[in-house]
């Protein structure tokens, strides 16, 4: 009897017999902002259906954030790398950034910073407000870590205006 108190003499041939059927569902799920790695969302009445035609259970999703190329995520602060040739660390610049966010046209959103005169390989330099959104619609920060290009020095006449450079900058080649 199944725990029903009767004795059925026939199956359904939908169930046959469970007083279940099997189907696939894909529920519209919004992922709310702040939603860090780890943490469950629940969408009632989405899971499995109780045995005696019992209510159906909640269905449990624990969230997973797929690494961006570009991006890391620590905490809610955001890090990034951006490459500067020489002339941007020895003067400072300018630097468009392209953020995750996108604006309402769907395309994504840009800053411009400045790099500081005399920046090195591994500044960091901290944008307040343009990391991760946090349940509370705050957001943690942006931080870009600059990488130094520096190119192949290929000709006589490049090697003299390095050489050049280094002496009046008093910056001696040999240690």
Sequence with gaps: CKGFGKTFTEQCPSCHGTGKVEKTEAPTVIIPPGCTPGSTLRVKGKGNVG????????????????PDHDFALNGYDLETVRTINIAQALLGGKRE???????????PKKIKITIPPGSSAGTRLRVPGKGFIKGDGQRGDLYIVLDLEVPAV???QERQIVEDFASKMKMPLDM
């Excluded at 019992?54 to 997973?64: E, S, T």
């Excluded at 950034?97 to 395309?107: Q, V």
Aim: net charge negative.
């Design 154 to 156: 290929s000709s006589e």
């Design 97 to 107: 950034i392209t953020l995750l966010d996108k604006d309402d046209s769907g395309n």
């Design 51 to 66: 045995d005696g035609g019992a209510n159906p259970g909640d269905l449990l999703i624990r969230v997973n954030v797929i």
